[in-house]
């Protein structure tokens, strides 16, 4: 049976491609070459986004849930309010289609969060959440300035996800190759949002938010040593705070764990762009990240309940893929 939940997955729904075909400005689609303001030109596979092919590789790595967003490197969020609600249009109406295996996180224009449509967009069952890019979320001062669409989010209970948002164009550095913006800046994005939700104190700001941070934070929760060397505090563990096993590997998992522990560690693939996590630490870490952790952050189940079957949600049942 294909249990464990994936958190941090891609996928473009024929809409959304299709509008990122029509556009003129970054970002833009020129057949399957994506264009965006910071980036080099990228060749996009289109079996990437092959909806029924998503589906067997994640039945194959045992994934019976898997939660899509909108690549916030593209900028889409950031655009002016009607070009952006266009393209979010195209991918909300494009992920209410999927099939049942998958649910989405919502994302909104960011200049200017309508609660009244966020709200709408949260009450589907469709929606787990809100994705914000990270780069909106650099400092303490941010993280306040989000607080209408955060703060709505604990009424709803449901959790916010950071995601690295798109790297900006600095042509003062010259040529860099093209895995320069995932490994460098959307690495250093992770760590100041990481950075900025613990500086404004972020549990005190929403004290019943559930936050999922992309790729480990970029591995900030392993310098919290250097944050105490310095003059911070001593790391607390939040268990509401959670970071994703999305573009590493077990050295740097293992680093993870021995900082935070395992209850916070929660599967993310960032499909298609890498693979679900298959085992880490034995069998009982193993489904902790796979099953237990990705559940409590999306239903908020606490104790024992969150080491139940992953397709539960306030009494709801999530659709099983065959």
Known sequence: MASAVDVHQHVWPEPLVDRLRARSRTPYLRGWTLHTAGEPAYDVDPAHHAVAKRLTEDLAAGVGLACVSL???????????????ELLAAW??????????????????IGEVDPVELDGLLALDRYVGLQMPATELLTPAAWERAGDALGLLERVGKPLFVHPGPEPAQPVTGELPGWWAPVVGYVAQMQAAWWGW?????????PRL?????????????????????????????????????????????A???????????????????????????????????TANPNRLLTGAAGAEATQEPDTMKGRTWPRAS
């Open 71 to 85: 690549s916030a490197p593209l900028g889409v969020e950031g655009l002016a309010p009607r070009e952006a609600q």
């Open 92 to 109: 909300h109406d494009g992920v209410q289609v999927l099939p049942g295996h998958f649910r989405c996180w919502a994302s909104v224009p």
């Open 198 to 206: 613990h500086a404004a104190g972020g549990r005190s700001l929403f």
């Open 210 to 254: 559930r936050v999922l941070f992309a790729a480990g934070a970029g591995l900030a929760p392993v310098h919290h040593e250097r944050h105490v060397a310095r003059g911070g505090r001593p790391l607390t563990i939040d268990r509401d705070v959670f970071v994703d096993t999305s573009s590493y590997g077990p050295q740097a998992l293992d």
């Open 256 to 290: 993870l764990v021995r900082v935070l522990g395992i209850d916070v560690i929660a599967l993310g693939s960032d499909r298609p762009y890498g693979a679900p996590l298959e085992r880490l630490l034995g069998e009982a870490a193993t489904h902790a990240i796979r």
